[in-house]
Nanobody, 119 residues
């Protein structure tokens, strides 16, 4: 019954901004680290951003540092990805991930949301 649902993707021009949201349900969201991944056709899946279960500990791919910001609101069971100064190379399907691994791995994935950056 665990579920992650992304929203906020769409078509934007280079230099534009989007904010992705990921709503979690069916598990104890506050126990899980959260991550955003992306995958473009013909390319490998790439980790974009991550955050620890209680917030903080942010990590970013070098390609998005200074442009993307991950945040979470545990009271709302939601993780966000603010994307600014978007580039065509940011075009991909973006996936939300929640991961707990202290004893054994529990990992959940959303269905993905398409982000297209094109003029």
């Amino acid at each position: 019954q665990a579920r992650l649902v992304e929203s906020g993707g769409g078509l934007v021009q280079p230099g534009g901004s989007l904010r992705l949201s990921c709503a979690a349900s069916g598990f104890i969201f506050s126990d899980y680290d959260v991550n955003w991944y992306r995958q473009a056709p013909g390319k490998e899946r790439e980790a974009v951003a991550g955050m620890a279960s209680g917030g903080g500990g942010e990590t970013y791919a070098e390609s998005v540092k200074g442009r993307f910001t991950i945040s979470r609101d545990n009271a709302k069971n939601t993780v966000y990805l603010q994307m600014n100064s978007l580039k065509p190379d940011d075009t991909a399907v973006y996936y939300c991930n929640a991961r707990w691994y202290l004893v054994q791995l529990y990992e959940y994935w959303g269905q993905g949301t398409q982000v297209t950056v094109s003029s």
